[in-house]
DNA sequence: TGACAAATGCAACTAAGTTGCATTATAATT
DNA sequence: AATTATAATGCAACTTAGTTGCATTTGTCA
């Protein structure tokens, strides 16, 4: 907890109890979070007293400062994980587990290969693949 | 236009003016349209008339008969564009245009990479590429 | 410990998308 | 051409994600 006191004194943040408690949870999530999870999760430690408003806020706070990421898978609803690696994702179809993939070397491929045929300037790209997961497809 | 009533035919819907003004209207678009694109474009051949509850549910019919296709970039808005062969995008963070790329022999690929590396069954995939399209890269 | 800026709660708002119901239009049938 | 069943539409009310202005509270640092 103190690793992430410490990353929020170098991103000149304030260490609120509610903002480590949101990024505790993003961290140790093993799926990407969004507002109504982390407001569920935090009601219970803050007697129910978490708005959305702030959640929204701190999602952009956190995000600019590449502490947290925004996904947008085809639901079209905004979730958060952990810091900025970027990977890619396969995502359940059933039950909206979602793993990680590291494809970066491939993907860098492709990009080259765009530069090459075309004059658009990449600056980042998102890849999901959708299915089943392994439970959910026997 | 009889190619698209034909396609109504062959899909058992009515070829009703505003299903054919819409369908064609995002057959001829060089870019994705959302609901508010289409409104504008119909509101003018229709007298003001169209609703917005009439687009989405056509956009839910014609998409699940896949006569159209949805796609939902980071600003989680849902977009839709004629057919339904699968490709990938360069979308302009600055004027929002959306080119198209074929890369489904690359993507093919790391299909079959994850499908030797985990359980997961694959179904379909979203690959896009944000940054400058060479006019706002200039 | 005091002061200032940042963080928060609250409530009202916007905008995307959905739904039930009454009405209208299409297409197949006679 | 008239009839009819069904699909399509308009309307209005609703839901839900996300935003914003403002007053209050809380961390931080001098």
Redesign the pocket.
């Known amino acids: 907890m103190d690793e992430l006191?410490q990353l929020?004194?170098i991103n000149k943040?304030?260490?609120?109890?509610?903002?480590l408690a949101i990024l505790d949870f993003i961290k140790n999530s093993s799926t990407p979070l969004?507002?109504?999870d982390l407001r569920s999760l935090l009601n219970k430690s803050?007697k129910n007293?978490?708005?959305?408003?702030?959640l929204?806020?701190?999602?952009?706070?956190l995000s600019q400062l590449s502490l947290i990421k925004e996904l947008v898978f085809k639901d079209?609803?905004?979730r958060y994980e952990f810091g900025n690696h970027h990977c890619h994702h396969l995502i359940c179809s059933n039950c909206s587990t979602v793993t990680h993939l590291v494809l970066e070397k491939d993907l860098e491929k492709l990009e080259a290969k765009i530069k090459r045929n075309t004059n658009f300037k990449i600056s980042f790209h998102t890849l999901e693949f959708y299915g089943l997961c392994p439970s959910c497809s026997l």
């Open positions: 006191k929020l004194k943040l304030k260490a609120t109890p509610i903002r969004n507002e109504l803050f007293k978490m708005t959305k408003s702030t929204y806020r701190e999602f952009k706070t079209g609803i905004r």
